[in-house]
């Protein structure tokens, strides 16, 4: 099972860009489906965005269309997630996560996923 751990959160201004990553070990990303979700505080998870595992689509959450990317560089076996033009309403603990086994009606959601990293705290001030 592959081992997970987010970094690259901070604090920024509304309107900035920022770009997490999260580096994986014990197992090649290749082959999983891969995906990030966010918790502010006092809410529920929220799905933002996902890739399939062959890698071949990507799926966003409405909130972040159009303004967040997700992707992999497969040779540092590493996923990012470029978020641009940030509102304080995207403010929260930004999680990936990666599944062998998530088929494309489950990529939104967070039970369908085995390895967690330990989050990364976003914060965006307007």
């Known amino acids: 099972q592959v081992q997970l751990v987010g970094s690259g959160g901070g604090s920024v201004q509304a309107g900035d860009s920022l770009r997490v990553s999260c580096a994986a070990s014990?197992?090649?990303?290749?082959?999983?489906?891969m995906a990030w979700f966010r918790q502010a505080l006092g809410k529920e998870r929220e799905f933002v965005a996902a890739l399939s595992r062959t890698g071949g689509y990507t799926y966003y959450g409405d909130s972040v269309k159009g303004r967040f990317t997700i992707s992999t560089d497969n040779g540092k076996n590493t996923l990012y997630l470029q978020m641009n033009n940030l509102k304080p309403e995207d403010t929260a603990v930004y999680y990936c996560?990666?599944?062998?086994?998530?088929?494309?009606?489950?990529?939104?959601?967070?039970?369908?996923?085995?390895?967690w990293g330990q989050g990364t705290q976003v914060t965006v001030s307007s």
């Open positions: 014990g197992d090649t990303l290749r082959g999983y489906a």
């Open positions: 996560t990666a599944g062998k086994r998530v088929i494309t009606s489950s990529l939104r959601n967070h039970m369908a996923y085995d390895s």
